[in-house]
């Protein structure tokens, strides 16, 4: 499983996910893949999971239309996404 690589921004997505139905949260909310140049290159396996987070805003767009799904999620990057998942947990 690599546990000293770099996580992708669909790994955390699902992660996020997984941890949210697991506390019984609602995971129905869903964004829409197809407003990104790239959203279709989204893994079958975390489709589910990234509608969910651009639905429920944890993750947003890069800025220029692309959403970067298997790309890199920077310390920045998961920081943000950490902080809008406690708010969402708080609600």
Same mark, same amino acid.
């Given at each position: 499983?690599?546990?000293?690589g770099?996580?992708?921004?669909?790994?955390?997505?699902t992660?996020?996910?997984?941890?949210? &139905?697991?506390?019984?949260? %609602?995971?129905r909310?869903?964004?829409?893949?197809?407003?990104?140049i790239?959203?279709?290159?989204? %893994? @079958?396996?975390?489709?589910?999971?990234?509608?969910?987070?651009?639905?429920?805003?944890l993750?947003?767009?890069?800025?220029?239309?692309?959403?970067?799904?298997?790309? %890199?999620?920077?310390? @920045?990057?998961? @920081?943000?996404i950490m &902080?809008?998942?406690?708010?969402?947990?708080?609600?």
């Amino acid at each position: 499983f690599a546990p000293n690589g770099n996580v992708t921004r669909e790994q955390l997505a699902t992660m996020l996910y997984r941890y949210a &139905q697991s506390l019984g949260m %609602s995971t129905r909310t869903n964004g829409d893949l197809s407003g990104f140049i790239d959203g279709g290159k989204t %893994s @079958a396996w975390a489709k589910d999971a990234m509608q969910w987070a651009i639905g429920c805003g944890l993750i947003s767009g890069k800025g220029n239309g692309t959403v970067d799904p298997t790309g %890199s999620a920077t310390r @920045a990057e998961v @920081a943000t996404i950490m &902080q809008r998942m406690v708010r969402l947990i708080v609600q």
